[in-house]
């Protein structure tokens, strides 16, 4: 059975950082590009930040681009998201999601782990 | 404002059949494959339709996907009160080099 478990979330304040993971079994992690993708409370999806299976392409949403960073640890099977310069509009769900080739179907998805940034 | 426009609303009666639809540009929809998403309440998203009109195992036959030009809609027929939720589109973007999500439609079975 495929499963995608995210963890590391919670309550941080403005300006501060957070470190996302995503452990995944049931299938080859090492051969599928990972995703990240948020939800605010109450609105819809926004792709965050994918990586190609080795690493190779990382690819990043303007909103995040130069605060977020996204890796792998194959041997690990899991997929991290470091988060800086924390702010409140990064209030959201945040989701681990695979797919076959970058820009293939988001297939399987974990359940999320809430990420809020007050003061 | 999301890249990909859809309708934020759409309902029907069980047993009937709906349409929403899903509007990008030539960087989006019109060069990459269309993807759909279902979230029922309180759940993750789950993939409806991959490749423009492709059902992974285990979606239903009541669900459809198709794609014209910079323009993509999903078809529900047959309605069901379980089908309440909210839909997504999505495509990869060569202009963003990234996915963009339509903002989301939220159906009603009345």
């Known amino acids: 059975e495929v499963q995608l478990v995210e963890s590391g979330g919670g309550l941080v304040k403005p300006g501060g950082s957070l470190r996302l993971s995503c452990e995944v079994s049931g299938f080859n992690f090492r051969t599928f590009t990972m995703n990240w993708v948020r939800q605010a409370p109450g609105r819809g999806l926004e792709w965050v930040s994918s990586?190609?299976?080795?690493?190779?392409?990382?690819y990043y949403a303007d909103s995040v681009r130069g605060r977020f960073t996204i890796s792998r640890d194959n041997a690990k099977d899991s997929v991290y998201l470091q988060m800086n310069t924390l702010r409140a509009e990064d209030t959201a769900l945040y989701y681990c999601?695979?797919?076959?080739?970058?820009?293939?179907?988001?297939?399987?998805w974990g359940q999320g782990t809430q990420v809020t940034v007050s003061s | 404002q999301s890249v990909l426009a859809q309708p934020p609303s759409a309902s029907g009666t069980p047993g009937q059949r709906v349409t929403i639809s899903c509007s990008g540009s030539?960087?989006?929809?019109?060069?990459?494959?269309v993807y759909w998403y279902q979230q029922l309440p309180g759940t993750a998203p789950r993939l409806l339709i991959y490749?423009?009109?492709q059902r992974p195992s285990g979606v239903p036959d009541r669900f459809s996907g198709s794609k014209s030009g910079t323009s993509a809609s999903l078809a529900i027929s047959g309605l069901r009160s379980d089908d309440e939720g909210d839909y997504y589109c999505?495509?990869?973007?060569?202009?963003?080099?990234?996915?963009?999500f339509g903002g989301g439609t939220k159906l009603t079975v009345l």
């Open positions: 030539n960087s989006n929809i019109e060069s990459n494959y």
């Open positions: 999505e495509a990869w973007d060569d202009s963003l080099s990234g996915r963009v």
């Open positions: 490749r423009n009109d």
């Open positions: 999601a695979r797919d076959e080739c970058g820009s293939c179907a988001l297939d399987s």
């Open positions: 990586i190609s299976s080795g690493s190779t392409y990382i």
